[in-house]
């Protein structure tokens, strides 16, 4: 699957961004979905995950209550809404597509084997 993420830019704090992510090659519906960001000089962070078909999901603590994720698997598009921006949420977001090893399953923590280029998001204060 390939994946292509769309939907940053350069917000002012407190604003709201719509990140979107589209699925190309094989149906979004086989894969659990996620969102991670990378800021210089932080590791690569976690920020929120879906399952396969959006009944459970996974927020970071740092973005709960502000972001939101979702999916339409008819579309073939992963979505992460983020409200109430912060300068420390400026990042460059990538989305990321991997099948869990087992029925049960810790969202952070399977493998996410599909990586989409990442988008730049930068908040000013």
Known sequence: VQLQAFGGGVVQAGDSLRLACVGSGEPLSGFVMAWFRSAPGKGQEFVAGITFR??????????KGRFTISRDNAKNTLWLRMNNLRPEDTAVYYCAAGRPSSVFYNIQSIAYSYWGEGTQVTVSS
Request: net charge negative.
């Open 54 to 63: 959006g009944d459970n999901t996974d927020h970071a603590d740092s973005v």
